[in-house]
C-alpha cells in the first residue's frame, strides 16, 4: 500500500522548511519580467491535459490556460511562453505553487483544506463522482455498493463521496486511475470511483469499452477550476476574467469558445457531457459576475 502526502503534513513540512506563503513577487510582476507563464500539469488526464498523438500537450484545460496566457499578453502587451512543469498531485503541486516554481495549475477540485494553502478561479468544468464497472454489473445505487470492492484514490474527493454515500463499500486504495483500471481489468475490485469525465477519458484510452458509467445521478458534484498562490489578486482577477470572458463567449455561440467545449466535452468530443448542464453551469458563473463586453474577450 502507497502513502499519499496528507494536507497537514504538508502544512508541518512547508513550515519547518521555511517556506512562505507570500512571495515577493506576483505571478503578473513575474511574468512582465520573464516572458514565461509556468504551468504546473499532470500529463495523462484526458480530457483535461494529457499528450496527443503528436507528441504535443492537449486538452480543455491546457485551452483554458492558453486563454489566460493570452490575456496576460494583452494586458502586458508583450509575448507570453506558457511553460510547463510535471506536478501529478494536490501534494505535488501546492508546494510548487507556495514556492513560486509554478504560477498555476488546472484541472483540480476546490477543497476547504485546499483553499487553506492556496487560491481558487472560477470554476470552468463540472463534473461529478461516479463510478466505472462492467457492462454487466447490477451497481448503481449507494445500497448496491455495500461489500462491493471498489477502488478510490486516497484522500480524493472520489474517496469522500463513496465513503459518505454507503460506509459499508470496501474501499480499495489505488494510486491513479490508470492502477484502478488494472484493477477492474482483473477482477481485483468491482468498480472503480472517481472524476467521471476522467473515468470516461482514461477508459477509452484504456480500450474498456465494455464498462459503463454509474449512477445516472453522481455521488457528489463538483467544480473544476485552477489554483494559484495565495495573496495575488490580481493575477486571481486575470485568470477569473479570461475563464468568465470565455463562458460569456460560448453561450453567445461565438466560434473559438465553442469549438473548444465541442472539441473536448460536445456530441462528438472525447467525453461527452450534456450541453444543457454546460450551458446552466456556465450561464450561472456569467450572472453571477459582471458581464463582460465582447470587444474585451477578443
Known amino acids: ?5 496528507s494536507i497537514p503534513l504538508l502544512s508541518l513540512l512547508l513550515i519547518l522548511t521555511g517556506t512562505k506563503a507570500t512571495l515577493a513577487e506576483t505571478v503578473m510582476e513575474k511574468v512582465a519580467r520573464t516572458g514565461v507563464l509556468t504551468l504546473g500539469i499532470n500529463s495523462e488526464l484526458i480530457p483535461y491535459s494529457y499528450v496527443n498523438d503528436k507528441g504535443e500537450l492537449d486538452g480543455y484545460s491546457m485551452s483554458i490556460v492558453n486563454l489566460v496566457r493570452q490575456q496576460l499578453e494583452k494586458e502586458l502587451g508583450k509575448p507570453v511562453t506558457l511553460e510547463t512543469v510535471e506536478a501529478k498531485t494536490i501534494a505535488d503541486r501546492i508546494p510548487k ?13 476546490f477543497t476547504w483544506t485546499r483553499d487553506k494553502y492556496v487560491d481558487f478561479s472560477v470554476s470552468y468544468s463540472i463534473t461529478g463522482i461516479r463510478l466505472l464497472v462492467p457492462k454487466n454489473s447490477n451497481l448503481d445505487a449507494p445500497e448496491s455498493l455495500i461489500d ?8 480524493s474527493v472520489g474517496e469522500k463521496a463513496i465513503k459518505l454515500a454507503q460506509p459499508k463499500a470496501k474501499l480499495v486504495p489505488v494510486e491513479n486511475i490508470e492502477a484502478g483500471l488494472i484493477a477492474l481489468k482483473e477482477g481485483k475490485v468491482d468498480g472503480v470511483a472517481g472524476d467521471s469525465i476522467l473515468l470516461d477519458g482514461a477508459r477509452q484510452k484504456a480500450g474498456l469499452l465494455d464498462t459503463k458509467l ?3 445521478t453522481p455521488f457528489a458534484s463538483y467544480g473544476v477550476a485552477c489554483m494559484i498562490g495565495q495573496h495575488d489578486p490580481t493575477f486571481l482577477r486575470l485568470v477569473n476574467f ?7 463567449n460560448y453561450l453567445a455561440q461565438e466560434k473559438t469558445a465553442s469549438g473548444i467545449v465541442d472539441r473536448w466535452l460536445g456530441p462528438n468530443g472525447i ?3 450534456d450541453p444543457d448542464v454546460i450551458r446552466s453551469f456556465f450561464n450561472y458563473t456569467v450572472i453571477t ?3 463582460i463586453p465582447p470587444a474585451e474577450t477578443k
Not at 242 to 248: L, N
Open 242 to 248: 479570461s475563464i468568465v470572458g470565455f463562458m460569456e
Open 271 to 273: 467525453t461527452i457531457v
Open 1 to 5: 500500500m502507497f502513502k499519499k502526502l
Open 214 to 216: 454509474v449512477p445516472q
Open 97 to 109: 505553487l507556495l514556492t513560486g516554481e509554478i504560477d498555476i495549475a488546472c484541472d483540480t477540485a
Open 289 to 291: 459576475h459582471e458581464q
Open 148 to 155: 462491493k470492492r471498489i477502488a478510490v484514490i486516497p484522500n
